[in-house]
């Protein structure tokens, strides 16, 4: 080995810092792990290490410095030790060991952060809630609870993505997802057509034939519509902005079927329609001839 100063890239006045700094950025970048297959890089790294090693010492720096021993440690011929010949460690320095436990650090191979599971369950809202939006509290299969919070306007189908809320992640990755898929339970007289609500709403005979006004159930709660004087079972009335609300917020409309609904057994109703005389080019089936 030649000058371990020169081999070092370091002056002989350098300090223990910088020694140690130059032996780390040198190791680190001559290691055979860094340089599999390289015997170049390798004879440098063990001309490396045999630098550091006698210069980290403070006693066999003083020695080569005054030329008591040669660059690999060995006492010259004309030298006679006169003294003790204990080590010391120059103030300041790492143990090589310590040094080479960073470099090894450097190249052992890493876990890699995995995101965790995502967990997925099932959740039942009625049509109002789906309409509204509601907030449920759901108990994940760890035994956690979370609050989740439909929005308005939810589908029946719908997953739910709720971030962090799965699996805890692996050598620091994140958590994973909560996926909430939603089922709709059916309501008893709505039902739901894209963004409209849909009602059979059913009126007697009077009301079709001479028109009311009649209160009618909406997802908002109820209100008054007026029948038209005339009305038969199928004629569609529209409450605008009584429906669902899009993605965009706009909300769609109710439609409202009128289903004219007769009494049982009525008699009086059963005489007048024996006796009731239909207007002249009257036929009920026309359209479908």
Known sequence: MTDPYSIL???????????????????????????PGDAKAEDRFKQVSAAFKLLSNAESRAKYDRGEIDAQGNERATFHPGGAHG??????????????????T????????????????????DFLDAAKGATK?????????????TPPG?????TLRLAGQGEPGAAGGPAGDALVE?????????SRDADDVRLDLPVSFAEAVTGAKVRA???????????????????????????????SGKRGDQIIRLMVDLPP?????????????????YDPRMKLR
Do not use: C, M
Request: net charge positive; proline share 6%; no cysteine.
């Open 106 to 125: 450097d190249f052992r191979p890493r876990s890699r952060a995995r995101k965790g599971a995502d967990l997925r369950f099932r959740l039942d809202l």
């Open 265 to 281: 057994d009525d008699a009086a109703l059963k005489r007048f329609a024996e006796t009731w005389n239909a207007p002249k080019g």
């Open 182 to 190: 939603l089922h709709v339970t059916p309501h008893k007289f709505f």
């Open 137 to 149: 509290r759901v108990t994940l299969p760890a035994g956690r609870t979370l609050d989740v919070r």
């Open 87 to 104: 080590r010391a460690r120059a103030g300041g320095f790492e143990d090589v060991s310590d040094i080479f436990s960073d470099l090894f």
């Open 217 to 247: 159930p909406t997802i908002d709660g109820p209100v008054e519509v007026r029948v038209p004087p005339g009305s038969t079972s199928g004629t569609l009335l529209r409450l605008r902005g009584k429906g669902f609300a899009s993605r």
């Open 154 to 158: 939810v589908t029946d189908g719908q």
């Open 9 to 35: 890239g370091v002056s002989k006045s350098a300090s223990a810092d910088e020694i140690r700094a130059a032996y780390r950025k040198l190791a680190k970048a001559l290691h055979p792990d860094a340089n």
